[in-house]
């Protein structure tokens, strides 16, 4: 079959697939490679639904082209827990129901994490501009925020 | 003996009458009581009404008996987001 | 059988209930393990694609998908011509067909006209470009208020307006009058010694969920299907897809997926019944999933609205009379929207004459669905928005004038019913007591407070609750979770059976498990499913008293079931002992085998529910932008069951009404056509946008449930938009009219005041 042959590191392990040259690494990570924990959302990089982290920068896949994956590293949600043990991101969401439905979760949970490597002990403002591209609509963000907060302070205290 | 008000869209499909007094001792009385009176609300039962006893609004259960002197309302059924 | 409100609950202390554990469903939904709608996938399946109007108003001459048909990789392609009218008479479906496809004419800008299933998306897409549609397009109308006029272009010749007096003798766009009230207004206004008359206008929103409606449907030979979807009411969807489709019900099997947002506006189906018609075509499961673009254009937005108030008090601060006309578009098919806007408007108060006047208004844009409190909201705008005014022109604290007027128990409401038990009064003094209200003002900035009112409802519920061997309980429920009621439930269940919450495990059972559910709309989810619950959960603890007595050897009626244990009572037993529901599990199987209890009823007498809000905004005069510095909710939950879960619903509801208040419109071009189908223009609230949003869960018991809950999901969208515009308008000192009060709109009112 046609196609373009990508070699690329997700969540740690090598991974190859086959893709079209204008198939977006969304696509691919969901429809191929059956990591569906980013969500398309709208496909238009307005929501952030998709959100991941490739070499260290976050991204809506839905904007990324599959083949750009090539001999990078990409880290998705799936990632995120190391076993049965949850990221405090992922952990404080729980706590403090930083969720209702859902499924801006993922996309949020990668915002958050990038947010707090590059900036670990963030003001209120800096969190609601850091988390500004990914759209909510059941919580109004204030748990979210409030999550976000306690996460960062556990892993100040952690360091 | 209740007394039932019909409002709103029920009341024109009524003929403009809104306040009826029927004999019933629950909703399925009441509903069968109100398409003899008047034919043009059985669509409407059809469909399915809302009707509030003494100020709580409920469905249309047939065996939910009508307390006697209980003002009764009919209203649309209700539809929620 | 049904489970009223035992007053002893006002002092009993719940073990449970009001506490705060992690919900069961969280670890996947952090993780990405939870499955959403497009998350499904079945082997063999192909891709659904939707073709779409581009006009916005058109009769469809002809449709060749002959080209179409001959692709490689096309297994199917359908027409309205495969999907026969099956609804026998029933207006409201034949509505629901027609606008799941197009059978004569197209009605909006994103109608669907035709479908295709191919082999995968390119080819689908491909396969919808070789379509031909031949349409004659007709002239369209797109706003409320031109639509009502004589000269508007007619969507159905068939409809004359309901509801007036004498049989109108052409079609009208007007599918409905509709009036409530009770005394005299004329008489009223004549006492009046102030009078305030405005007119408003809202523009039309879209619920907005994250997740676009997708599904996956497998028809097979033999006429049995399976449906995997994201939806509010997974039966109410087997019903209607059963319906257009000519199928059994008992022969679909839907399951409901984990839902990425509703809020009203999953809970009709567009989608579903051309997912089925082409999977039975082709013969093969058809994955169809709306883009983002198809789910503004083509699903259910909410009515625009065109609203006249009219309120006169004396000036002791009595209102004397209200009256209201209230305009709702309905979209391209007549709904009940103007008449709940007719309903609710005056609800909040006492009033001895009244008067609401609703007009549902067809217009050329997508069929309205619900959105959280349905109509509710734009009719609290125009309502609210006058109430301030008057209450300013008197000298009158705005606050206290809501007090002086508010509805309480024996009020007669504005759309007819007395009120029992009621929580507004309550809500307004907690209001008026809030540390929000001292929150000093600078300049450029403003406080407005507003009232909101909703119905909630009941419904049918079935819920099963099944005891395993290891004393674990499995609680299948069939209305779908939107925002954590698995953990709301299984706090219920633990709380009846006086067990621990981590003993008890939730899950939304499909179709064939279960009894019929109605949806979860209306604020009902927690509150019938509770019902249902408690109700099986005390059907379960006569099965282990049965067993226990058995285990016992002594007659059932001296054991009675205390904080989780089957207790001996009497002179002769008493010092048996106790016997956990554990133990008594374990034996289940000698002593008549699995242990369970059942619930089938109508969850009934849900209660409306009052919110009063309060917001604090700082508009930028040179730019019109606004930022909303602060913002109370207090709003009465009856009995808050997961407190957190409650606080969610209220600052998720506060933040939508602030996106509508502020941003949030549908814009439709001359051309009839939507032009901001998108997030980037069609412009919801981001974190950024927001401030900590604090709440107030008020307690006042709903005497028709057990606990004494009340709903809670939708109340909070309905002040929001008159508590901000309220705000807006004391900040720059100019009464906005025009939601979504956005920069240029605030603008515009700046320059005309300067000019003025």
């Known amino acids: 079959m046609a196609g373009i042959a990508v070699s690329t590191t997700i969540n740690g392990d090598k991974v190859e697939y086959l893709c079209h040259p204008d198939e977006t690494l969304l696509e691919v990570l969901r429809d191929r490679l059956g990591l569906t924990g980013a969500k398309e959302g709208c496909g238009t990089g307005d929501c952030g639904a998709c959100s991941i982290i490739l070499d260290d920068r976050l991204v809506c896949s839905c904007l990324v082209l599959a083949p750009e994956a090539e001999g990078r590293r990409v880290e998705t949600i799936e990632g995120m827990a190391h076993g049965d043990k949850l990221h405090p991101l992922q952990q404080k969401f729980i706590e403090h129901a930083a969720l209702q439905c859902g499924v801006c979760t993922p996309g949020f949970l990668m915002a958050a994490k990038d947010l707090l490597t590059k900036n670990p002990n963030p003001t209120e403002e800096e969190i609601r501009f850091g988390l500004a591209g990914n759209l909510c609509r059941c919580t109004g963000y204030d748990k979210i925020v409030r999550a976000v907060q306690d996460a960062a302070s556990m892993m100040r205290g952690a360091a | ?81 | 059988m049904t489970v009223n409100f035992d007053p002893r609950y006002l002092k009993r202390e719940f073990q449970s209930v009001g506490t705060r554990p992690l919900r069961p469903d969280g670890i996947d939904k952090v993780t990405g393990r939870a499955r959403y709608g497009a998350d499904f996938n079945m082997p063999g399946q192909l891709v659904g694609r939707i073709l779409r109007s581009p006009h916005a108003h058109a009769v469809i001459e002809k449709i060749d998908t002959s080209k179409a048909e001959a692709l490689p990789g096309v297994k199917a392609v359908i027409t309205a011509a495969d999907l026969p009218n099956l609804t026998d008479g029933d207006a409201a479906m034949f509505d629901v067909l027609d606008n799941c496809m197009a059978r004569r004419k197209v009605l909006y800008d994103g109608h669907a006209v035709a479908a295709v299933a191919a082999v995968d998306a390119r080819t689908a897409r491909q396969a919808l470009k070789l379509i031909e549609v031949e349409y004659q397009v007709l002239p369209h109308v797109t706003d409320v208020d031109e639509a009502v006029k004589e000269t508007a272009p007619i969507l159905h010749e068939s409809v004359f307006t309901e509801g007036t007096e004498t049989r109108p003798g052409k079609p009208s766009n007007v599918a409905k009058r509709v009036q409530y009230g009770h005394g005299d207004v004329e008489a009223g206004f004549a006492q009046a010694d102030f009078i305030v008359e405005r007119s408003f206008k809202t523009e039309q929103t879209h619920q907005g969920y994250i997740e676009p409606h997708a599904c996956v449907a497998s028809v097979g030979p033999d006429g049995t299907a399976d449906l995997w979807v994201c939806t509010q009411g997974h039966f109410v969807y087997r019903q209607h897809c059963a319906q257009l489709l000519g199928m059994d019900a008992s022969k679909l099997r839907v399951t409901s997926s984990e839902i990425g947002g509703g809020f009203g506006g999953k809970t009709h189906v567009w989608a579903e019944p051309v997912a089925l018609a082409l999977s039975r075509k082709a013969g093969r499961p058809v994955k169809l999933v709306m883009t983002r673009d198809e789910v503004f254009r083509a699903t259910g937005p909410t009515s625009a609205t065109s609203i006249d108030v009219k309120i006169g008090a004396r000036k002791d601060g009595t209102i004397v009379a209200a009256e209201a006309t209230l305009r709702y578009s309905s979209g391209a098919y007549a709904g009940m929207w103007a008449e709940l806007g007719a309903m609710t408007a005056f609800a909040c108060y006492r009033l001895e004459n009244v008067k609401t006047v609703g007009y549902e208004v067809l217009v050329n844009r997508p069929k309205t669905a619900p959105y959280r409190a349905p109509s509710s909201p734009q009719a609290a705008f125009a309502v609210e928005s006058v109430i301030d005014e008057l209450a300013h022109k008197i000298g009158i604290d705005p606050v206290d004038f809501r007090i002086k007027n508010a509805a309480q128990e024996g009020t007669r409401s504005s759309y007819g019913p007395i009120y029992g038990p009621i929580g507004i009064g309550p809500t307004l003094e907690a209001a008026k007591n809030h540390p929000h209200m001292k929150a000093p003002l600078g300049p450029n900035q403003g406080r407005g407070m507003a009232c909101g009112f909703w119905f909630n409802f009941g419904g049918q519920t079935c819920t099963d609750l099944n005891i395993g061997m290891d004393g674990t309980v499995s609680l299948a429920v069939g209305t779908v979770d939107v925002g954590g009621s698995r953990a709301s439930l299984s706090l219920v269940a633990a709380e009846e059976l006086g067990i621990d919450y981590s003993q008890v495990r939730a899950v939304v059972a499909d179709t064939s498990s279960l009894g019929y559910n109605d949806m979860t709309d209306g604020s009902r989810g927690t509150f019938s499913s509770s019902m249902a619950t408690i109700s099986a959960a005390r059907n379960a603890i006569k099965v282990l008293r049965e067993r226990a007595a058995q285990m016992w050897d002594i007659p059932v009626e001296e054991v009675i079931w205390e904080k989780g244990h089957a207790v001996a009572v009497g002179e002769k037993h008493g010092n048996l002992g106790r016997l956990s529901l554990k133990q008594i599990a374990a034996e289940s199987g000698k002593t008549g085998g699995p242990i369970a209890g059942h619930s089938e009823l109508v969850a009934d007498g849900a209660g409306v529910s009052f919110a009063t809000h309060i917001c604090d905004v700082e508009v930028d005069p040179a730019t019109g932008a606004t930022k909303v510095l602060r913002y109370t909710v207090i709003q009465d939950a009856g009995k808050a069951v997961h407190p957190t879960y409650v606080e969610g619903q209220y600052q998720g509801g506060a933040a939508q009404g602030i996106g509508w208040a502020l941003n949030e419109e549908y814009i439709y071009g001359e051309d009839g056509r939507l032009q901001n189908a998108g997030f980037l223009d069609y412009r919801i609230p981001v974190c950024s946008d927001l401030p900590m949003i604090d709440t107030q869960i008020l307690e006042i018991p709903n005497p028709n449930h057990p606990y004494g809950v009340r709903g809670v999901g939708e109340t909070s969208i309905v002040p929001p938009l008159a508590a901000v515009a309220n705000a807006v308008s004391n900040a720059v000192g100019v009464r906005m009219t025009h939601i979504p009060m956005s920069p240029p709109r605030i603008l515009a009112a700046i320059e005309a005041k300067g000019s003025g």
Do not use: C, H
């Open chain 2, 1 to 81: 003996m209740v007394e039932v008000t019909l409002w709103g869209s029920l009341g024109a499909a009524a003929g403009g009458r809104n306040k009826i007094e029927v004999e019933a001792k629950d909703i399925r009385e009441l509903f069968r009581k109100l398409s003899e009176q008047f034919p043009s609300l059985e669509p409407w039962i059809d469909r399915g009404i809302a009707v509030s006893i003494d100020g709580t609004i409920y469905r249309d259960t047939w065996s939910k008996e009508l307390p006697e002197d209980a003002e009764i309302f009919l209203l649309p059924r209700l539809a929620g987001g």
